[in-house]
C-alpha cells in the first residue's frame, strides 16, 4: 500500500534518503503540467520542476504534517514559474503583447464563406489562444492557470499567490476577458 | 432589463460563490446572455484543448536523478547556497562573485602604485570598462529579481509565517558585490548610478538581517520600506541604461574587432 506523503515526509527528515525520491517521482508529473502551463516552454517547465523539488528539499523542515503536501509543493512550484516567467518576460522583448493581439485580433473570416474545415479552425483557434496566454502578466496567466487547469477556488489562489481575494479574482477576470476578446471573430463564425 | 455582468458570468461558470439563483433566473429569460453565456463555454472548452507535453511514467525517475547530484552536494536543508544550481540566477551568483572579484581588480588596477615600467596587460582598458558594465547590469538584473521575489513571497504552513530565506541568501550574497560596485562608481564618477547602489545597498543589508521566517505584517513592512524608497522603479531605470551601455560597448568592441 502507498504511504501517505506525510509519512514519506517524516521519513526524509528523519534521513532516510530514499523518502524525497518517493516524494519526487509521486509529484513530478503534476509539477511539470502546472510549470508548462504556466511557463508554455518545456524548457523553463524542466527547470521550474527542477528548482520547485530543490527548494522544497531545503525547506522540507516547514512543511507541517496536518497540511496537503501536494498542495504546498504547488505553491512552491507557483512562484518558481512566477519567477522564471518575470525573468522570461524581461528577455524576450519581441514577444508580441496581448495588447497588439487584442487591438488587430485575428482576422475575422467574411461572411457567407462556408466554415472552414475543422481542424484548421481549431488550429486557429489554439494559435489565439497561445497568442493570448503568452501576453499575459505572470500574475494573470498563474491564476488564471490556477482556476481553468488545476481547479484551485479564488480563495486557495489568493493563498498560493499571497494575494487579496479580490486581485486574484481580478487577474483571472482580465485573463478571460483577454481570451474572449481574442477569440471574438472566431467564436463569432463558430456560433 | 439589466444583463449579467460579465465577471458574475465567469464566477459562475467556474463554480465560485455568486447568487447563482438570480443568473439562472435571469438565463432563463434572456437570449443575450445565454449567447454570452454560451460564448464563455466556448472559450473556456477551447482552452481546454491546449496540449501539454507528455511525460510518461518514467519521468519522476528522470527528475530524481538530475535532482540527485546537487541534493547530494547540500549536507542539510536551510544550507547556503550551492553553485552548481541548474536555475539561471543560481548560475548568476558565480557569474556576480566572479564580477565582483574582476571589479576589484579593476578598482586596484586603477588605484594600485604603478611600476615605472608599464607591463603588458592582457585586456584593454575598453574590455575591462566593458566587463564591469556588464558585471553591474547582471548585479542590478540579480537585484531586482531579488526584490520582485520578495513582493511575492507566500505564507508557508498555517503558522502565518512567510519563509524569505532564499531572498534573504540571495540578499547576502549581493551585499557584497553591491559595496565594490558602488564604490567604483564613485570612483568613476558616475554618481547617479553610486547614489542607486547605495539606496539597494541599504536595502539589501536590511533583507540580509531580517529573520529567514517573518510574520505578513513584517513582511508588509519590510515591503513598504522598499517601496518608499522607489526602489523597484529606480533599479528599473538604471538597468535599462546600463542595458544600453553594454550593448553600446558590445558594437564597438565587434566594430574594433572588424
Redesign the interface.
Known sequence: MEQDDGVVVALALAGDSDAFRTLVERHSRAIFRLAYRMTSNEQDAEDVVQETFLRAYKRLKQFESRANFGTWLHRIAVNCALDCMRLRQRHDTGRESIDAVGADGPQPLPAGDPLPDRVLFSAEVQQQIDGVLAGLSPKEKAAFVLRHFEGMSIEEISRTMGLRSEAAKNNIFRAVKKLRKALAPLTSVAG | MKHID??DL??YQ?Q?PVDRAAIEAHLAECASCR?EK???E???A?????P??E?DDT???Q??H???P??AA?PA???RFSWD?????QRWALGGAVAALVALAFVAGRFWPRHEKPVETAISAQARDRILLAAVADHV?RSQ?LL??LA????????RK??I??EQEQAQQLVAGNRIYQETAERLGEPGLSSVLDDLGRVLLTVAHSPS?VSPEELDELRRRIESQGMLFKMQVVDSQLQARVKAANRRQSQNSL
Open positions: 460579465e465577471n465567469t464566477l467556474y465560485e449567447a454560451a460564448n464563455l466556448f472559450v473556456l477551447a482552452v481546454d484543448g491546449s501539454v507535453p511525460r519521468y519522476g525517475e527528475v530524481w538530475r535532482l540527485q546537487h541534493l547540500k536543508p536551510r544550507q544550481w541548474a536555475f539561471p540566477w538584473e529579481i520582485l521575489a511575492n513571497s507566500e505564507e508557508t504552513g498555517g503558522d512567510v519563509d530565506s532564499w521566517s
